[in-house]
């Protein structure tokens, strides 16, 4: 499945601010949001107090190409990886899922330069890299495959994203059964236990 | 069938050493026993032991920015108190001159910053998940607060606290001096020559609870009980559970317990 980027029009500088809807009425319902009077956003309010402005992540961090901007740069890395990996969940043969895997897969040493963009982000993309270190090759079961896509495309729509909240998408992708530590870290206990046993 | 009683060493080999054959024979242990019972005393011993090593491995990371220098440091510190093990000079060695298992990135630096991502997540991980990897949780220490490991604006791990609360008697002080008989059992079951230091510490700490009954039992004579603990507490009908049989057999045998090898 290919992120379709939405076209919405840009805002303009002189477009009026954006208030908080302070009608003091909680909203649940899509249908019963207050759409805002910005040009090109739609900003839905649930509550007096939250305000949820539905903006595309490309809109949001749209730049030229060329960019040096890290955040745009990683977002295209990303969108790569996605599709790479929705075009294995489409494969009709587990090997040329694997090469569509492999591909996404080479993705990751060039998402990692772009750690600082936050923990959740260096440790989601951290795990991946062990988790196919893990594997030896052996390729992605479809439960997997799915994991980590889904994994992607919700770092894709926040990147920036808390270490606790990287943390949770990394245990999404133990419970299918990916292995996300380094092989060496038990070796490094062992060998504090057995000094310390001496 | 009898119940598990599991001690710090399965949970650590469970929950901290990923990938591994010690993890992989802890849990089929864990899956022959219908009932696996942990008590907090283990949580409060692997907090402060394995995890809070880990912690200090995530910390000098953080630190030196180096994976190089940090197998460094830890050589030195196993050189200077202990031995310095095969498997560290081979981790020393890699963080030098091989990539195998090196994390991302091409610099000592990037590989410094993977380690430190994966101990991270590794950390907090492993603690919530220590709840989860047995039946039950039992013998809850209401002189011990559970609180999670924080990371601080430094970047470095908080794990405090790793003991009971000071100027409070042990919550197991009462069921252990009721027993006088099982204590001197144990304390029997210590080579009264052994050298090691915490052989020592825990024939003290148990003629301190068989002579001094009415004395208090504080977090020092808690933690320096130790082995023991697992044996007076394991139920009649459960096997300590445990790596470290060298010490934790006799101990259980004494007083006419089991502990078995997972």
């Not at chain 1, 076209?7 to 302070?22: F, G, L, T, Y």
């Not at chain 1, 043969?93 to 090469?99: G, L, Q």
Request: glycine letters at 4%.
């Amino acid at each position: 499945m290919s992120e379709t980027a939405i076209n919405i029009p840009k805002v303009q500088r002189h477009a009026p601010p954006q208030s908080p809807d302070e009608t003091g009425t909680p909203t649940t319902n899509r249908s019963e949001s207050t759409p805002s009077a910005v040009r090109g956003i739609v900003v839905e309010t649930h509550g007096a107090t939250a305000i949820a402005p539905v903006i595309e992540i490309d809109r949001l961090y749209e730049a030229p190409p060329g960019t040096s901007s890290q955040i745009v740069r990683a977002l295209e890395l990303l969108k790569q990886a996605i599709d790479f990996l929705a075009e294995a969940q489409k494969s009709n043969t587990p090997m040329e899922a694997d090469r569509f895997v492999q591909r996404a897969q080479l993705t990751l040493p060039k998402l990692f330069a772009y750690r600082s963009i936050g923990d959740g982000f260096g440790v989601i993309i951290n795990s991946l890299h062990f988790a196919f270190t893990n594997l030896r090759g052996t390729p992605l079961t479809p439960d997997q495959l799915n994991a980590v896509w889904r994994v992607l495309r919700e770092l894709r729509a926040r990147p920036v994203l808390p270490l606790e909240q990287g943390i949770q998408r990394v245990e999404e992708l133990e419970e299918c059964g990916l292995e996300v530590d380094p092989p060496d870290l038990g070796d490094l206990l062992e060998d504090a236990e057995s000094a310390s046993n001496e | 069938m009898s119940d598990a009683y599991v001690e710090t060493t399965v949970l650590t080999d469970i929950l901290l050493k990923p990938k591994t054959p010690k993890q992989d024979r802890a849990k089929a242990a864990l899956a022959r026993f219908e009932n696996t019972l942990l008590p907090v005393y283990s949580i409060k011993e692997w907090k402060a032991g394995p995890l809070d090593y880990f912690a200090w491995l995530h910390d000098k990371l953080v630190v030196t920015q180096s994976l190089r220098d940090t197998f460094q440091a830890l050589s030195v510190l196993a050189r200077g108190s202990y031995r310095q093990s095969t498997s560290l000079e081979a981790l020393t060695a890699a963080a030098t001159v091989s990539r195998r298992y090196l994390g991302l990135g091409n610099s000592d630096a990037d590989h410094a910053d993977s380690y430190r991502l994966a101990l991270e997540s590794l950390i907090i991980r492993s603690w919530r998940k220590r709840r989860k990897i047995t039946t039950r949780v039992v013998d809850d220490l209401s002189c011990y607060n559970e609180v999670e490991p924080r990371l601080g604006k430094d970047r470095l791990f908080d794990l405090s606290p790793q003991q009971c609360e000071r100027d409070q008697e042990c919550c197991l002080a009462p069921q252990l001096k009721s027993r006088p008989q099982l204590l001197q059992a144990l304390r029997d079951a210590i080579p009264e020559n052994s050298d090691r230091r915490e052989d020592q510490k825990r024939r003290k700490a148990l003629k301190r609870l068989i002579k001094h009954p009415k004395e208090i039992v504080n977090r020092e004579t808690c933690r320096d009980l130790g082995d023991a603990i697992f044996a007076f507490f394991c139920p009649a009908n459960a096997v300590v559970l445990t790596t470290n049989l060298r010490d934790h057999r006799p101990l259980a045998e004494s007083i006419h317990k089991k502990a078995e090898k997972p």
